[in-house]
């Protein structure tokens, strides 16, 4: 049996570094150098609350929460942080920073996704082939193509918490398209991103091998800012995209715009109250926008 005890202290543990370490006065981590081991440690799976140093590039705008703290497990990584839910088998979000220096030459990864032991000891850890035959894609959340700095730095992107399913339509579909919006902002326009996505799910969702819970819709989270700025630089002028897309089959050619809604409809959907971090003013109305560009 898994002692919630811990799992409650380790969270509060992991909330009291993040935030301190996220504050407007904090120091923020250089850009990842794809020749720096430090930034893409050969064990990539390791969870510990020492990488949070790192890893608070990844979810300065704040650590989402719900009203119960039993479904979320938090995990860091050096290429991006998430909350995992036990109860469903999949990451509730997942939380990371984008600029053009985390795209590089690592080609993508081949062969079977990766199933993440750094999980604890009792808990079901999903692997490959549980989604193998089922219809559904492994959606990154992290995109693939958001990790080449380093070979390291990719395969982190098909560890199984990383992953929803996700029909190919959506995926390929509007969800790309908006990965590659996302790109486009980075290399051709130098944007710094802060981005945040998951699932929203109904009370009883399908499930893959009856373990792995299906997303009904994804959602993701954009703040948009100038290359190398900070929570700081964050007001309620900053551009925000939010989008909510149904998991379904025939939307393949839709553009991703027709998917917006606002940070707002997406915390009442999944019940997670998100970009804690930012001023109360200035949250209240990032929160409520539409982005209309």
């Given at each position: 049996m898994i002692n919630t005890k811990?799992?409650?202290?380790?969270?509060?543990?992991?909330?009291?570094v993040i935030v301190s370490a996220c504050s407007n006065n904090a120091v923020a981590p250089k850009d990842p150098n794809p020749n720096d081991t430090t930034h893409t440690p050969t064990d990539t799976t390791k969870t510990t609350i020492d990488t949070v140093a790192f890893s608070n590039i990844h979810s300065c705008m704040g650590i989402a929460a719900d009203a119960m703290p039993d479904d979320d497990y938090y995990m860091t990584k050096p290429q991006f942080v998430l909350s995992y839910n036990r109860f469903k088998n999949v990451p509730n979000w997942v939380s990371w920073n984008l600029n053009a220096s985390w795209y590089g030459d690592a080609e993508r990864r081949t062969g079977?996704?990766?199933?993440?032991?750094?999980?604890?000891?009792?808990?079901?850890?999903?692997?490959?082939?549980?989604y193998t035959n089922s219809g559904y894609d492994r959606g990154h959340m992290v995109r693939s193509e958001e990790r080449t700095a380093s070979r390291a730095d990719n395969d982190s992107t098909f560890l199984m918490t990383n992953i929803l399913a996700q029909y190919n339509d959506m995926n390929a579909g509007p969800w790309g398209k908006l990965e590659n919006y996302c790109e486009d902002l980075c290399k051709d326009q130098n944007k710094e991103l802060y981005l945040i996505a998951g699932g929203i799910f109904s009370a009883k969702p399908t499930l893959l091998n009856e373990k792995v819970a299906v997303p009904d819709e994804c959602f993701k989270i954009v703040i948009i800012l100038e290359r190398g700025q900070r929570l700081k630089d964050v007001t309620s002028a900053t551009r925000v995209i939010a989008v909510k897309m149904p998991n379904v089959k025939g939307i393949r050619t839709n553009?991703?715009?027709?998917?917006?809604?606002?940070?707002?409809?997406?915390?009442?959907?999944t019940g997670y109250d998100f970009l804690k971090n930012i001023g109360k003013f200035a949250q209240d109305s990032l929160e409520m926008k539409v982005d209309a560009l």
């Open positions: 811990f799992l409650k202290i380790y969270a509060l543990a992991f909330l009291s079977n996704f990766i199933t993440d032991r750094s999980l604890p000891a009792g808990w079901y850890q999903v692997t490959h082939g549980d553009d991703w715009k027709m998917y917006r809604t606002s940070v707002d409809e997406i915390e009442q959907l």
